[in-house]
């Protein structure tokens, strides 16, 4: 018997209304964790290259962490994989919430849906029981409704959903899939994929449970990461104001985009920033996802006012800076307002803010006029154009429609010079990072395989700030004075090494919030829990290595899909334009003396530090400089025989 997995891969033909499942490889454990790991595995043998993202050849790929299910501390995350309509290229988001332990206790460890189906189904799992329903009484209810009406079928409120809204069913280009309502699988358009296979949702309830190999050694190994994780004095924090906590300080460092991320600093900020969230009357409850220990999720209210009655997950800090400050608003109450629309109609957020902020961008220079917006005033800063925006997006209404294909195709569209200000590389609006403030983050953005973000490299230890990320930084590096985010130098190590910690904590079902965001729990700590929980002792290198196995797997997939060095970049803005409040005399100098006189200050990514910066990274993972493609002893060493057979 496997010990901590379930065991199983369950497949759905939609196409063919076929249902069967497999066991899960000894060997897929050993090699790739788990999770975003077992995904990319199953997702590169099983697609062939060059197939439209949102045809039926597509697969939409979902995955539980190897610890989910178990109580080691924050491990409900689920990884959603597939091809991207975004970038045509591979895309893994991961999500919170229950749904992912509900699988597995089910008795899953992985769902595989292929094909699609003529009319809107949903997949019914209910232990060993799987059924494809009928959802067209479902099709055009958002996310809200629809999980209801499951549940309501199900009679049992329990039933966890993933599931898309509207979005999703209009091909919305970063649709997202949506778990426990209020959690989003956002990034790159998986829900999109979801929807041009017409499934509407996937509702499941398991009775199985999760059994470890050394339940002592389990315990004591979680033990020690919960203790040393509420030891890391920014837990509470994380608690208390959630992401949206850091607000006040990012601004105060020039570094929180504002303005389409013309600025890096917006008067006011605070008033949209955790700290006053949780003053405020909107505040009604922190939430977590299964087993987590900080709780970082906030649900709000709007009880008077134009928004009255407005209820919903978040607003997370991605998105106070997506679509309050980014379209030059501090108005919580429209942040609140657009994420609940994101939320039940099933988009992501930080997408969804690139794109209003992009056209706010097209109507002030006048490429985007009030007669194409059915009269609709695109100012920076205006709240109800910005809510209703979102809604336009959703329902591909008038230049929602164009909007809702992603801000490249949209820049492609409108022309006028557009595609210099929508903030995008591969395809993939940028998350909320102020690359042009932090060196190692601009690396990180321009190499991940899905697009600019932070969730595949998340290097927040080089701002030196905390403790613990200058002792991180000391260990990979050799030195802590390269906890510095405006040195070039050793930027490659910083990101490597954090790349290959990200993929082993997804695929383990862990969150960042455990480790590189928050310090609390090292790559040792999580092999100390692995070890126990599968009953074979998993050193911290060789989990470290599986993380490089499975970031170079997915590198492979990008290359066969025709992906070179070029696609390696980051957003023209970041790397032509200084960022404005830096580039103001005053600014910079206070900044680089608060820094202590930082050598090589520059509020710009510009090419040529982001061609030394990749130069060093490709050296350092042994990929070609010229092409970034994995050399075959590369590979060989890695024992991914499957990517140099191709
Ligand atoms: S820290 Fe936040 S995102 Fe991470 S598992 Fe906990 S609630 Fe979810």
């Known amino acids: 018997m496997s010990f901590a997995i379930a065991g199983k891969i369950l497949h759905v033909d939609l196409t063919h209304r076929r249902v069967w499942s497999e066991r899960v490889p000894e060997a897929w454990i050993r090699q790739f964790i788990g999770s975003r790991g077992v995904n990319a595995k199953i997702l590169w043998d099983s697609l062939k290259p060059g197939v439209d993202p949102l045809s039926p050849e597509n697969l939409l790929i979902f995955g539980t962490g190897t610890l989910s299910g178990t109580f080691a501390p924050t491990s409900g995350r689920t990884t959603v994989t597939c091809k991207s309509p975004t970038s045509h290229l591979y895309l893994k988001t991961n999500v919170g919430g229950h749904w992912g332990t509900e699988l597995k206790f089910a008795g899953y460890d992985y769902l595989v849906i292929h094909g699609a189906a003529d009319t809107p189904v949903y997949l019914w799992i209910d232990n060993d029981k799987v059924e494809i329903r009928d959802a067209r009484h479902l099709w055009g209810k958002d996310v809200r409704q629809a999980t209801e009406l499951i549940q309501q079928e199900a009679e049992d409120p329990s039933v966890q959903v993933a599931l898309i809204g509207q979005g999703g069913e ?143 997950g978040g607003p997370e800090y991605e998105t106070i800076s997506a679509l309050g400050t980014g379209c030059g608003s501090i108005d919580l109450e429209v942040v609140i307002k657009a994420n609940e629309l994101c939320n039940i109609y099933g988009m992501d957020t930080i997408s969804t803010g690139n794109l209003i902020q992009w056209a706010m961008e097209c109507y002030e220079k006048k490429i985007l006029r009030e007669d194409q917006l059915e009269g609709l005033r695109l100012e920076w800063g205006n709240g109800d154009a910005i809510v209703e925006m979102v809604k336009r997006i959703a329902f591909r209404q008038g230049v929602g429609n164009i909007l809702a294909d992603g801000v490249k195709r949209a820049a492609e569209k409108i022309g006028h010079g557009s595609e210099k200000w929508a903030v995008q590389s591969k395809g993939l609006e940028q998350s909320r990072v102020e690359t042009r403030a932090a060196f190692g983050y601009a690396l990180a953005f321009a190499v991940n395989p899905r697009g600019p973000d932070h969730l595949h490299s998340e290097t927040i230890a080089e701002f030196g700030t905390r403790p613990g990320g200058r002792r991180l930084i000391k260990k990979i590096t050799g030195d802590e004075k390269y906890a510095n985010p405006r040195l070039v130098e050793k930027r490659a190590e910083i990101v490597r090494w954090h790349e290959d910690c990200f993929a082993a904590t997804d695929s383990l079902g ?56 070029a696609d390696d970049t980051l957003p023209w803005r970041l790397m032509n334009e200084p960022l404005e409040s830096l580039a103001r005399g005053q600014d910079v100098m206070k900044a680089v003396e608060q820094r202590g006189g930082v050598e090589g200050f520059v509020p710009i990514n510009s090419p040529q530090m982001l061609n030394r910066m990749l130069d060093e990274y490709y050296d350092l993972h042994h990929w070609d400089r010229k092409t970034s493609w994995p050399y075959r002893e590369t590979l060989e060493e890695l024992g991914l025989d499957e990517v140099i057979e191709e």
């Open 510 to 565: 862990l969150c960042a919030f455990i480790n590189t965001s928050r310090f609390g729990v090292d790559p040792q700590q999580m092999a100390d829990m692995f070890s126990a929980a599968i009953g074979r002792r998993v050193s911290e290198e060789e989990l470290m290595r599986c993380g490089r196995r499975i970031l170079t797997l997915e590198k492979g997939f990008n290359v066969r899909e025709g992906a070179t060095r």
């Open 170 to 312: 209009n091909l919305v280009y970063f649709a997202a899939v949506m778990v426990s309502v209020y959690n989003a699988a956002a990034r790159g358009g998986a829900g999109a994929v979801m929807g041009s296979k017409k499934l509407k949702a996937v509702a499941v309830r398991g009775h199985g449970s999760v059994k470890v190999a050394d339940r002592e050694g389990f315990y004591r190994s979680c033990h020690v990461a919960i203790k040393n994780s509420y030891e890391d004095a920014t837990a509470k924090f994380a608690h208390l104001y959630g992401t949206a906590g850091s607000v006040p300080m990012v601004n105060e460092a020039r570094a929180f985009p504002s303005y389409n991320f013309r600025q890096g600093y917006i008067e006011g900020a605070e008033k949209v920033g955790g700290p006053y969230l949780a003053e405020s009357s909107y505040l009604k409850r922190r939430l977590g996802c299964n087993a987590c220990i900080f709780c970082c999720h906030r649900y709000c209210e709007i009880d008077t006012g134009r928004y009255a009655g407005c209820f919903t």
